[in-house]
């Protein structure tokens, strides 16, 4: 709510009431008149001008000014001011305190300028000063609105040497003027109120003057002025070089809505030669800012937008800045002068640049506007005719921190360089650091491991800094050279407070051990490119010893991986990674990483597929993937896996460049799989394990429990049609990298092309393409992915197991029975030899059911029998082929009934590769469910195979 208080006439003008109060009425508090304000009884105390000494109490009095006497409505905008007399009786009054407080509880009024003045009875400091407290809304804003003043006197001595009345007296004079009158109701009242606390808080006084509030726009009688500055006309502009605009306006409105903009107007919207890089207000008239002691106005806080920082470096064809919607000018309902002055002014600076490619002698216009209340009320342009750059090169200039000029392998050496940067506008340039050999013999061992901008000056608006670093001699993982990139403008001091143009770098070089060594010597070469600098190398690094490790440090180790499961499968690979959390603005020097653990070969379980050092957090500085490179050591086994890997940092400082744990991490990710020298022949479990070395006394280790799951086995042969999966327990799309591989002796397996396809029917199974038979298979990786990781997902294999669905006659070792799938898998490239006479059995013949192991309908069907050396005739040939299905009466039997299948395509060719074709015209699903095949050869020690059987119905 607004100030408000009883209604009471103090006068035919305005209404005033004084209130004064014991503490034993009130506790008073630091912001008492905001509590106590409008609860008082009213009761005067005068001032008497005929005093001769002190008076005998405090007495206070506030009138309005002479000249403000007649003002009984506000506006937007209006000023009043105040006297607050306050008379002192002789000796000591404590715990004097003077609040001025124009607004309460809503911003209605502000305090403007505030005077004091004392007797010379008194003994108050003549320097005291007035506290300005802004609105809560307005303390971190661009223009502060201040609705709070207090002085604090403290303890208050009146001498009373002096007869005079005035001598006694404390005068404050000071201002309230309007800045906003929403929420208001026209008409409404609102008490301008001051205040003071004495007696150590025992005595309150209040004084209010209350007016009536107008919400309409008041009558203006001032008019606003506009004005382009400087240059005032057309003008011309190097390229490469930069240009200073003003202009202003004269703006005597109350609570004006402004806003500028600086605009290219080429007529091809595509043409950026002629860019705008800053526009900011430059400066404002004190009837908008207020007091030098209390400005309101934070011209910092104005920014533009399209420009700088905000977008790009290189600045835009349109730059737009707006001020504070409550900026008040507090003099604008003065009659006094009656136009516009000095006092309200508000002047833009708009800075151009003409971009090195543009043409010269090509004329690009620029435009310059201003907007009050959302409409455009002034627009000015010139022209600026592109010239021939000026061919200088502004001078940059270094100077170099102090240097330790000797350094220990291992530690670092850190020194800072402040770069005097050009006040030119947008510039280019590069600072560089390199590190050589000082003989110019062996390449260098020191690496350039970090550079960083510490204190960049006020000058700088935007800095753009890109940081690299790379090897220009024989040791290329040491990065000996650091270049850092910087865009930068500089328009020289943009504030009456001054500014400065210089950059701080700091820059940490790190002997490296094993690439630098006791009594080496190196020279520090230290320059700017793209400005009128020479190299430094006067800075040679002696390396006089090593570095004693930081211990102990405070590592903390992480050891996990991302799947849900944590099991293996022969062939399938787990992922794992390890997260060390360094201590921060720590160098324990080497640090070793050591997998797998126990080392011994002959002991582990696993191999290690891969490992890579993923994350090195950007607090680490010392250490780079071409370091760890070359440092860490390996066993590698034949496939390509590594049986023991050593993971080397070869320095490892925290430089504590950012607040962030994540900063201060590495991570090595690993790949394991079971070697492919060991059996899996039951589901068991093994650990896998790690450890680290660090601080050159500190050890970690630690370990992983694996669930090894064994391949599945058939004591008989199974055909094998898909796998089921629980959608739950699935990771990532299937199959992923997961393949199928099998085996007939579960020791050598082999891989097994298929392509999985979701069940129509059930959503947890994937059926293969081309189902197989087999004794053993396993979930694995496909061929191409051996070392890429695969989360094990919880399955069971889809198979229909052969017991009773294929037999072979007299096969009484089951070598034949075992080796029949590779015919049947679908691969004419796959075959196994027949039995000749002298093998026991002597001849193929076998029973399989038609459904089950050829997987097709119990139907009519063709069949084809493919092999090497085979034939196609049915009797009176050495080699003989029969196909027949049984008689109902014979299903089940090798000796019964049976029905011969028509040849229908034959295509033997005597000792090579042949196909033989039948027709199977079985009557019924009794007689089409089992086939029968015969294959005998009279030939002793002949070499014949069969490849493939392969069946379809018609």
């Keep these: 709510m607004y100030n408000s208080s009883p209604e009471f006439t103090f006068s035919r003008r305005h209404r005033s009431k004084q209130t004064t109060r014991r503490q034993s009425e009130v506790s008073p508090t630091p912001n008492m008149f905001l509590r106590y304000i409008v609860v008082f009884s009213v009761a005067f105390v005068f001032i008497q001008p005929s005093h001769a000494a002190a008076p005998a109490a405090l007495t206070p009095g506030v009138a309005v000014k002479a000249e403000y006497s007649a003002v009984t409505d506000l506006f937007l905008g209006s000023k009043v001011a105040f006297t607050l007399t306050v008379g002192f009786p002789a000796g000591v009054t404590s715990g004097v305190i003077v609040e001025i407080l124009p607004s309460t509880n809503v911003t209605i009024m502000a305090v403007g300028s505030v005077n004091m003045t004392r007797g010379a009875n008194l003994d108050i400091d003549p320097n005291t000063k007035l506290v300005y407290h802004p609105s809560e809304e307005s303390k971190d804003a661009a223009f502060k609105i201040y609705t709070r003043g207090v002085y604090n006197f403290s303890d208050v001595n009146n001498a009373n040497t002096n007869p005079a009345d005035a001598e006694n007296n404390l005068v404050i004079e000071y201002e309230a003027f309007v800045v906003s009158v929403d929420g208001l109701t026209d008409g409404a009242t609102h008490w301008v109120s001051a205040g003071i606390e004495y007696n ?75 860019q705008v890089v800053s526009l900011r ?14 400005p309101q106005v934070d011209l910092s806080k104005i920014t533009s937008t399209g420009v700088l920082c905000n977008t790009s470096w290189s600045g835009s064809r349109r730059v737009r800045v707006a001020l504070p919607t409550t900026l008040t000018n507090k003099e604008s309902l003065s009659t006094s002068p009656s136009t516009s002055t000095a006092d309200d002014r508000i002047e833009f600076e708009a800075i151009i640049t003409m971009t090195s490619d543009a043409v010269e002698g090509e004329i690009y216009p620029v435009g310059f506007g201003i907007e009050v209340d959302a409409a455009e009320v002034w627009v000015s342009y010139f022209n600026i005719t592109a010239n021939a750059p000026s061919g200088s090169v502004s001078a940059m200039s270094l100077n170099i921190g102090d240097v330790n000029t000797t350094a220990c392998v291992g530690a670092m050496n850190e020194f800072t360089v402040n770069i005097s940067t050009a006040e030119t506008g ?152 390890l997260d060390i959390t360094t201590e921060r603005n720590k160098n324990p020097g080497r640090v070793n990483v050591e997998l797998a653990v126990p080392t011994n070969e002959s002991e582990s379980f696993f191999v ?65 799989r079971i070697r492919n020298d060991t059996n899996v022949n039951s589901t068991t479990e093994e650990w896998f394990g790690l450890g680290s070395r660090y601080s050159t006394t500190q050890v970690w280790v630690g370990q992983y429990k694996i669930c090894i799951r064994a391949p599945d086995h058939y004591s008989e042969l199974a055909r094998v049609l898909g796998v089921a999966i629980n959608p739950a327990d699935l990771v990532g799309d299937f199959p992923g990298v997961r393949g199928i591989e099998y085996s007939f002796d579960g020791i050598e397996f082999k891989d097994k092309p298929v392509v999985f396809t979701p069940d129509v029917g059930n959503s947890s199974v994937y059926n293969i393409d081309k189902p197989f038979i087999t004794k053993y298979v396993s979930m694995t990786n496909l061929p191409n992915q051996t070392c890429q990781a695969s989360c094990y997902v919880n399955h069971e294999m889809v198979v229909t197991k052969l017991d009773g669905y294929l037999e ?145 119905n018609f």
């Design 200 to 274: 150590n808080s025992y005595n309150v006084w209040i004084g209010q003057v209350s007016y009536t509030m107008k919400t309409a726009a008041p009558t203006l009688t001032k008019t606003p002025t506009y004005n382009l500055t400087s240059p005032a006309s057309a003008t011309s502009m190097a390229k490469g070089d930069k240009l200073t605009v003003l202009f202003e306006t004269w703006m005597p409105y109350p609570s004006p809505d402004m806003a500028a903009e600086a605009f290219s107007l080429h007529s091809d919207p595509n043409n950026n030669h002629l």
């Design 281 to 294: 207000v430059k400066a404002i008239g004190q009837n908008f800012d207020g007091t030098t002691v209390a």
């Design 426 to 577: 947008l510039t280019a340039f590069s600072f560089n650091v390199e590190v050589v050999d000082s003989n110019n013999i062996k390449p260098s061992g020191v690496m350039v491991a970090h550079m960083e901008v510490l204190e960049t000056g006020s000058n700088v608006l935007c800095s753009e800094v890109n940081f690299t670093t790379t090897s220009t001699s024989g040791n290329t993982a040491v990065d000996n050279s650091g270049s850092m990139e910087f865009n930068i403008t500089n328009f020289g001091t943009m504030t009456d407070l001054g500014g400065n143009s210089t950059i701080t770098v700091k820059v940490v070089l790190v002997p490296l051990p094993g690439y630098a060594i006791t009594g080496d010597a190196y020279k520090v070469k230290i320059g700017l490119t793209g400005h009128t600098t020479t190299m430094d190398e006067t800075t040679v690094l002696d390396i006089s010893c090593e570095n004693q490790p930081d211990a102990p440090v405070n590592y903390v180790f992480d050891f996990y991986h991302n799947c849900t499961g944590n099991c293996l499968t022969r062939g399938s690979v787990f992922e794992f990674f």
């Design 608 to 672: 290690i597929c891969g490992y890579e050092v993923v994350k090195i957090g950007s607090n680490l500085k010392c250490i780079s993937n071409k370091t760890i490179t070359e440092a860490t050591n390996v066993t590698t086994l034949s496939d390509g896996t590594y049986s023991r890997v050593d993971v080397v940092f070869p320095v490892m400082c925290n430089l504590g460049v950012v607040n962030d744990t994540e900063e201060d991490k590495v991570r090595v990710r690993m790949t394991v």
């Design 808 to 952: 072979i006659f007299n096969d009484n070792t089951g070598a034949l029975k075992s080796q029949t799938p590779i015919a049947l898998d679908g691969d004419n490239d796959t075959c196994f030899a027949l039995p000749v006479q002298g093998d026991t059995p002597p001849l193929f013949w076998t029973r399989m059911n038609t459904s089950v192991v050829l997987g097709i309908n119990a139907s009519q069907f063709d069949i084809v029998i493919t092999g090497e050396g085979i034939s196609c005739a049915k009797h009176s040939n050495n080699r003989v082929l029969q196909v027949s299905y049984p008689e109902s009466s014979s299903v089940g039997k090798f000796h019964g009934n049976i029905q011969f299948c028509t040849l229908t395509d034959d295509n033997a060719v005597a000792n090579s590769f042949s196909s033989c074709q039948f027709r199977c015209e079985c009557p019924s699903p009794a007689n089409c469910e089992e086939v029968i095949i015969f294959l005998a050869n009279e030939e002793n020690g002949s070499n014949w195979k069969l490849c493939e059987i392969s069946a379809t």
